[in-house]
């Protein structure tokens, strides 16, 4: 599958890029990540509400998620947390939904986005 995520088992044809605190996330829908979200939100339309609610928990959970982050412990994540709210959390949160629409669409990306931000065109 030419085009296809570069993660095992990756379903994703264009990841989401997303930057928190400085750093790169690419957001890729993979079994793995759904199920996570599953577990963490009672499944992807609840972890969508809880986005749009600007919900700073829910957002650091989708990004970890989708980019296959695991944390070490809590102190990991309350710092991943406090990081995603020092954030834009328009664009966090835009790149959120634009990774949980590509979930619900079987990881296709939308029409023209070729620079991978969840946006058609070339970014």
């Given at each position: 599958?030419?085009?296809?995520?570069?993660?095992?088992?990756?379903?994703?044809?264009?990841?989401?890029?997303?930057?928190?605190?400085?750093?790169?996330?690419?957001?890729?829908?993979?079994?793995?990540?759904?199920?996570?979200?599953?577990?963490?939100?009672?499944g992807v339309r609840p972890a969508f509400r809880q986005v749009q609610d600007i919900n700073v928990s829910t957002m650091a959970g989708v990004i970890l998620a989708g980019s296959g982050?695991?944390?070490?412990?809590?102190?990991?994540?309350?710092?991943?947390?406090?990081?995603?709210?020092?954030?834009?959390?328009?664009?966090?949160?835009?790149?959120?939904?634009?990774?949980?629409?590509?979930?619900?669409?079987?990881?296709?990306?939308?029409?023209?986005?070729?620079?991978?931000?969840?946006?058609?065109?070339?970014?």
């Amino acid at each position: 599958m030419a085009g296809r995520s570069k993660k095992a088992g990756g379903l994703t044809d264009a990841p989401i890029h997303v930057e928190i605190g400085g750093q790169g996330y690419d957001l890729e829908v993979t079994l793995a990540a759904v199920r996570t979200i599953c577990r963490l939100f009672g499944g992807v339309r609840p972890a969508f509400r809880q986005v749009q609610d600007i919900n700073v928990s829910t957002m650091a959970g989708v990004i970890l998620a989708g980019s296959g982050t695991v944390l070490k412990d809590q102190a990991a994540l309350d710092a991943f947390e406090t990081a995603v709210l020092k954030g834009d959390l328009a664009q966090i949160g835009g790149a959120c939904t634009d990774f949980l629409a590509q979930v619900l669409a079987g990881g296709i990306a939308a029409p023209g986005d070729e620079a991978g931000d969840g946006r058609p065109g070339k970014g």
